[in-house]
């Protein structure tokens, strides 16, 4: 680390310290941009806003944690690079889905500066939680292709819950909470949450991809999972990776979809074993994967008080879940 960047990170420290912030489940979250930022990535948005250089051939995958990022990260890298790996070889077989697609402020700014950005093939891909409005200047002002995915708020808490209760220090089965948390549902309903409030997240992405449709693409997991195939084409499209008719005859998208399916990729040995950023069984990133899953977790009334805010903050915005 030279002078320069000590004065960096010297800076960005003394920025952090002085934010807003809130002991929430399991981690520490600031406000910063009126969104939620956890600990661990906080320091990375800021550097990244300041030093990220965007390519106009990036490709960026935006989303809240727990809607589908793992699935777009693979079904991406397998659109992107299918002329150099034949589903049969895909470097997905040997590699979880992050090591080949990271995120920009978690893995590539996470302490501040950073890392590992000249060894990436082009196009680029990486993924990104941070809200459209915190999202490095030179991004915006590119013509970069962004991915956002959502998913249904009550499946993503679900899932978000799951997640949290399998990092390693919560790892012991019978010391797990049986039901969700009443303090981290209300915390959720506040919008404290990493990258939240949840509503301003999606609605910022969605007035984007109104606005500037050959620029951002709103998915949906439940999309997703309801016609795989035509949102393959879909994506493959709007990545200017259009697949061919030849291809298409061939069964290529079929085979695109089997590879990066849950039941796939969660049968994978590399998924099965690991440890991501210290705290994250890589397994903990592959469990259901199923619409709706959220009834067999919450009460009736959870589920009519987290419907009901879902619709009052989605109201008029032509988005409904
Ligand atoms: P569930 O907890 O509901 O099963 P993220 O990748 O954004 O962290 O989201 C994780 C959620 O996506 C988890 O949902 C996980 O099971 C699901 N998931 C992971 N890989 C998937 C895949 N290839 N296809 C469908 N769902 C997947």
Same mark, same amino acid.
């Given at each position: 680390?030279?002078?320069?960047?000590?004065?960096?990170?010297?800076?960005?420290?003394?920025?952090?310290?002085?934010?807003?912030?809130?002991?929430?489940?399991?981690?520490?979250?600031?406000?910063?941009?009126?969104?939620?930022?956890?600990?661990?990535?906080?320091?990375?948005?800021?550097?990244?806003?300041? $030093?990220?250089?965007?390519?106009?051939?990036?490709?960026?995958l935006?989303?809240?944690?727990?809607?589908?990022?793992?699935?777009?990260r693979?079904?991406i890298f397998?659109?992107?690079?299918?002329?150099?790996?034949?589903?049969?070889?895909?470097?997905?077989?040997?590699?979880?889905p992050?090591?080949l697609v990271p995120?920009?402020?978690?893995?590539?700014?996470?302490?501040?500066?950073?890392?590992?950005?000249?060894?990436?093939?082009?196009?680029?891909i990486?993924t990104?939680? +941070?809200?459209?409005?915190?999202?490095?200047?030179?991004?915006?002002?590119?013509?970069?292709?962004?991915?956002?995915?959502?998913?249904?708020? $009550?499946?993503?808490? #679900?899932?978000?819950?799951?997640?949290?209760?399998?990092? +390693?220090?919560?790892?012991?089965?019978?010391?797990?909470?049986?039901?969700?948390?009443?303090?981290?549902?209300?915390?959720?309903?506040?919008?404290?949450?990493?990258?939240?409030?949840?509503?301003?997240?999606?609605?910022?992405?969605?007035?984007?991809?109104?606005?500037?449709? /050959?620029?951002?693409?709103?998915?949906?997991?439940?999309?997703?999972?309801?016609?795989?195939?035509?949102?393959?084409?879909?994506?493959?499209?709007?990545?200017?990776?259009?697949?061919?008719?030849? /291809?298409?005859?061939?069964?290529?998208?079929?085979?695109?979809?089997?590879?990066?399916?849950?039941?796939?990729?969660?049968?994978?040995? +590399?998924?099965?074993?690991?440890?991501?950023?210290?705290?994250?069984?890589?397994?903990?990133?592959?469990?259901?994967?199923?619409?709706?899953?959220? +009834?067999?977790?919450?009460?009736?009334?959870? #589920?009519?008080?987290?419907?009901?805010?879902? /619709?009052?903050?989605?109201?008029?915005?032509?988005?409904?879940?």
């Open positions: 680390v030279n002078e320069n960047e000590q004065e960096l990170q010297n800076n960005i420290e003394k920025l952090v310290t002085a934010l807003p912030q809130e002991n929430s489940y399991h981690f520490r979250q600031y406000k910063y941009n009126g969104t939620w930022f956890p600990s661990f990535s906080i320091r990375g948005v800021i550097s990244s806003q300041l $030093l990220f250089q965007a390519d106009e051939s990036d490709i960026f935006a989303s809240l944690p727990k809607c589908g990022t793992t699935w777009l693979a079904l397998s659109i992107v690079n299918r002329g150099r790996y034949k589903p049969k070889d895909s470097p997905l077989l040997f590699k979880p992050h090591d995120n920009i402020e978690i893995d590539h700014f996470r302490d501040g500066l950073p890392q590992n950005l000249e060894q990436l093939s082009r196009p680029r990486f990104t939680h +941070v809200p459209y409005a915190s999202l490095p200047n030179s991004i915006k002002a590119s013509n970069c292709r962004i991915v956002y995915v959502c998913r249904n708020p $009550l499946d993503t808490v #679900v899932s978000y819950w799951h997640f949290l209760n399998s990092m +390693v220090k919560n790892n012991n089965a019978s010391a797990r909470p049986k039901r969700i948390d009443d303090e981290f549902l209300n915390e959720y309903c506040l919008g404290i949450q990493a990258y939240g409030p949840f509503w301003y997240n999606t609605l910022e992405y969605w007035k984007v991809s109104l606005e500037k449709p /050959e620029s951002v693409l709103f998915m949906t997991y439940e999309d997703l999972k309801e016609d795989p195939i035509f949102q393959l084409k879909k994506l493959a499209s709007f990545l200017g990776f259009q697949f061919s008719a030849e /291809e298409e005859a061939e069964g290529l998208i079929e085979e695109i979809s089997t590879l990066c399916s849950l039941g796939n990729l969660k049968s994978l040995e +590399v998924n099965q074993k690991g440890i991501r950023l210290s705290i994250i069984p890589v397994s903990a990133y592959f469990r259901k994967g199923e619409v709706g899953d959220y +009834v067999n977790h919450l009460t009736p009334s959870t #589920v009519e008080t987290l419907n009901k805010l879902v /619709e009052e903050k989605f109201a008029g915005s032509g988005l409904v879940f």
